[in-house]
């Protein structure tokens, strides 16, 4: 399995911004697509963006008309363009690979109000 390694994340302000990446050393063609997730405390893992190497995309309903998800195949790097965050955006973000693809420590996301 290949793991991939995310970055970027932090504390902003409610309304602020944040850009988080998802890269490997390896071709990211390997996999079918990719996606980001993520998960407050208590809560479960949810599908936050996804996207294939066709560059279709997929947003779940909570991130939609803020979050953008790329992909910069020369350089095996995805990204999540985050904008006007909330405190709900608040949770561990994760990217992983589809198939096998395994997870990775996730980089965390704090917004504050």
């Known amino acids: 399995q290949v793991q991939l390694v995310e970055s970027g994340g932090g504390l902003v302000q409610a309304g602020g911004s944040l850009r988080l990446s998802c890269g490997t050393s390896r071709s990211i063609f390997r996999f079918n697509v990719i996606g980001w997730y993520r998960q407050a405390p208590g809560k479960q893992r949810e599908l936050v963006a996804a996207?294939?190497?066709?560059?279709?995309?997929n947003y779940g309903d909570s991130v939609k008309g803020r979050f953008t998800i790329s992909r910069d195949n020369a350089n095996n790097t995805v990204y999540l363009q985050m904008n006007s965050l909330k405190p709900e955006d608040t949770a561990v973000y994760y990217c992983?690979?589809?198939?096998?693809?395994?997870w990775g420590q996730g980089t965390q996301v704090t917004v504050s109000s």
């Open positions: 996207i294939d190497t066709e560059r279709n995309t």
């Open positions: 992983r690979g589809i198939p096998n693809g395994s």
